[in-house]
């Protein structure tokens, strides 16, 4: 993740970084996804809320490069 905010062209998004806002994190997620050209996802060993495959799905859905690396059982 620092080797990625060193490069100026590209900027890390993640939950953490969200802060306070009035749309729930699914809402929130998909936001983030609208604005970016690429989406990097690992994917751990488990099954959570949906997020991950929502955010996706919607990458997929605008024509974003999509890149996935899986940990893990999955």
């Given amino acids: 993740m620092d080797a990625l905010n060193r490069m100026e062209e590209m900027r890390f998004v ?38 991950t495959e929502a955010e996706y799905r919607r990458a997929r859905e605008l024509g974003h490069v999509v890149r996935l690396d899986s940990r893990g059982s999955v």
Avoid: K, W
């Fill in 14 to 51: 993640g939950m953490e970084f969200f802060g306070n806002r009035p749309d729930d994190t699914h809402d929130a997620s998909l936001d983030q996804v609208d604005q970016c050209e690429v989406l990097v996802g690992i994917i751990g060993h488990r099954y959570g809320s949906g997020i």
